[in-house]
Every structure is written in C-alpha cells, then in structure tokens.
C-alpha cells in the first residue's frame, strides 16, 4: 500500500500541474480527448464486449446497448454540443442595476476522481469521464475491482488513447479508494450505494469538496391493470426487460418490485411465466441472454434474501440458486411481507416480488413508507393517479408507462433525490455536474448612488425599500422630491 500511497501523490502532482498548465481548459483539446474516448470504443468493441461477458456474462447486444453504445452516443452529443454548452450565458439583470452586466460562465473544477461501479463498468466510468473532460477538469478515475476484466481493459487502454497527464485510472477496491479519499480533490462523483455514498460524503466534507453521489435504491413499479389492459403484452414486456434484461436486475434502475390490485396479480404473473421463457428459454441459465450475479458474495446475500421462510412461502416462479455458476434463476414472489428484508433493501438481481393493494391508490402510501427511489415506474393512463405519484412522491425520476429509457433520455438529468443519491448527470447537465457556475458582474463607475453609503437617513432608508421592490416609478418620485421619506 506504501507503493500505492506514493502512485496516487505522483498522480495528483501530475494532475494539477496539468490543470495548472491550462491546457485543459482549451476546447479543442477537451473534444480531441472525448474524440478519443470514441475511437477507443470503437476501436475495441470485441475486447469489451469479452471482458464484459467475463466480468458479467453480459451478452454482446445488451453490452452495446448498456455501455457500448451509450459511451459512444454520449461523446457524440458532447463533441458536438461542447461549443454551445461552454458559452457564457448573457444574464438580464434588474434595471436595478442599470449599467452594470451579468454573466455566467462555467468553469472547470480542477482535478477530479471518480469512483465507479461495476454493473456497468464501462459507461459508468466512461460517461463521467466524458462530462468530467468537457467541463476541462483532469481526471483521476478508480474502477470497480468487482469488474476486474473490465478494470484491466480501462487501466490498461486508456493512458494508450488519452492524454494520461490529465487523465488516469487506478485499479482497486475500497483500499485504494480509502488512499484516494485522503487527498484534497476539486469534486468526486461516486457511482455506488447508499452505505458507501455516507463514507464518501464524509470524506468530502473533510476538504469541503462538492460530491455527486450516484446511489441505488429500490424502484418500483405501479401497473394500474384497468387503464392499461388493452396494451398489457407491451406493459409485461417492459417489465420482464426492466427487471431481468439488463445485467439480470444488477442495476441501480431496475423495476425492484411490482404494486397491483389484488385481483389482477394473478394474470400479471400467469403473463409474466411465459414471456420470461420466451426471452430466456426453458432453461435461462444456458440461453446466453442472462447475465450472471457478479461474485459468490451477491449471490449469498440474494440467497439470504430468499431464505426467509416467509418469503420462501410467498415464491410463485423460479428460486433456483447455482452458486458455484454465479446463477440465480429468474424469480417472481407474490406477497412477500413488506417487513422482510427482502422488501427493504434494494435487490439488485433477478427477484420479482409482487405486491398487491386493495386500490392502486394505495401503492403511493407504501412508495412513501419507503426511502426516496431512484426512479419511479407507473403503468396507468388515469391522469389522477400520475398527478397524485407527481405531486405526493419524491424520486429521482418519474417515467410512465416504460421503464429503464429515461436513462438512456440525455435531454433529461439523471440523479437520485436523498438515500438515491445527490446531483445528476448525462448530456449537459455532466458538462454542469462538473463545472462550477461562475457568476460575473461588470459594474461602471459612470454614476454613483449615495444611498448605498453611510451616513444612514430616512431618505436612504425609503430609498433602498423602493430599491428592493423594484418600484422604479417612486424611487423617481423620492429622487425628485415628490415623495416624502417614510
Ligand atoms: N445511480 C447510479 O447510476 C448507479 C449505477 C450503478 C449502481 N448503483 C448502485 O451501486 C450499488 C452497487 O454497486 P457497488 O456494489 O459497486 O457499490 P459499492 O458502494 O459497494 O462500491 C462502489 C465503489 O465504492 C468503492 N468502495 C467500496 N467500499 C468502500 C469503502 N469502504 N470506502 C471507499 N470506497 C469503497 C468500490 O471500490 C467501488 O469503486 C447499488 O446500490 C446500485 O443501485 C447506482
């Protein structure tokens, strides 16, 4: 670890010289490095696509469309909007202020780590890294030693396609990211879950350093069946993709469980049954479409999770464990008791608990008794139940009628709210998460005001109430001697 210690202070050195130096700063370099970022994609989809299915048993298509092709859109709409996103924005100030100007303009943080996760260990590294770069900060980035094929690949690969004195990786577990946390950074953005998000923050708040904290939670998924049962196979669809088609429910945005009126639940589930087989095949574990639990460790913890005789009793499909395969079969529950650990912690892997109301209204109540998700789901085309989930529930985000796309959306943030996490991300709004909004004023000194300064009088006072409520018209009347002084 001495070694390490004395990799990381070399690093940080180089880093902020780089910074230093400006040389991030100039746009033409922050897109030839993004530009970079592409090419590397590009370059070596196979060997990513491999260490991926390594790592995760990801399939190649849903690691294109997971990471690979999410990093590749995400440096497209950065290269090209860079020029625009970077301009100083012209702000119209009060007459108040009359004639001075205002502006805001962003700047880079400086040097910048990132801690990523290993669900996605390719664009949950990558994206960050994108936006980090395009605001003109340099970058130090810790991958997930979960994802240790992956990890090798970014440690090895990036330094070959990018400037490594702005930009490096350090391989790692939470070790390492203990060193990383003892120096001073200009901004960590962390990719993780809540527990460590707490020791992240508070190591930040050692140096007062702005934090993004990307965490997890667990998303629900309301399906109103009356309003939506003429559309019910695209709705089953989308759940089924949502919880088993994107690293077998490893991920932060995951439907975690399914509220439902009481007696639709059963056709939901006998719908469910069929079309997990007509993705996976009658035997998932070799259809090659599901990828497998990370480590033995998640597998054991979804085991425990299971385990609990009450939830045992509550399996309609699936509860299948291979633990030596990292497989876990795809499981649906059907009333596990809200009380069971399984009910309040994330997931994150291929269980299904449906739970059933007596009105579809009362799914908000158990939203609410529960930490603020990432992401909430609902199925219904009732305007009164979307504006109650709206107006009565806090969340990250809040999609209707899918689920998972509004991660892909990069006109829309994405970012939890509370326990799921502080700040959001992708398409401009990373070029903001990593930039500090700089605010300028351009005073004159072609005239003075008097009433600004001491010694104080009641014409001053009656002059500054006016000031502030912008009532210009007796602000005259009171210059002019038209109004008295109150
Ligand atoms: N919001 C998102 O975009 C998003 C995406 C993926 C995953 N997640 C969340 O991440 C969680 C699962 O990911 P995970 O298992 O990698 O999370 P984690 O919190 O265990 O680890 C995340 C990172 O923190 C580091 N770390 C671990 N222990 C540490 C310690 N004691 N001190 C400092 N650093 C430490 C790890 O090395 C890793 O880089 C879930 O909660 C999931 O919802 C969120």
Redesign the pocket.
Known sequence: MEAMKETVEESLREMRDTFASGRTRSLKWRKRQIAAIYEMVKDNEDKLCSVLFQDLGKHSTEAFRDELGHVLRSATVAINCLDKWAVPKQSNLPLLFFPAKGKVISEPYGTVLV??????PIS?SLDPLIGAIAAGNTVLL?????SPNASAFLAKTIPAYLDNKAIKVIE???D???IL?QHQWDKIF????????R??MAAAAQHLTPVTL????KCPTIVDYPTISKNIKSVVKRITGGKWGSCSG????SVDYVLIEKSFASSLIDMLKPLIRSFFGDNPKESGCLSRIVSKQHVQRLSRLLNDPRVQASIVYGGSIDEENLYVEPTILLDPPLDSEIMNE?I?GPILPIITVRDIQDSIGIIKSKAKP?AIYAFTNDENLKTRILSETSSGSVTFNDVMIQYMCDALP???VGE??IGRYHGKYSFDCFSHEKAIMEGSLAMDLEARYPPWNSFKLSFIRLAFSEAYFKLLLLMLGLKRST
């Open positions: 801690l990523s996760s290993w669900n996605f949950l810790k991958s997930s030693e979960l790692g577990g939470p390492v990211a203990t946390l962390f990719t993780g879950s809540p527990k460590i998000g020791i992240i990307e965490l997890g939670g490893q991920a932060c945005i994330e994150f990432l994405f970012g939890g799921s996490g």
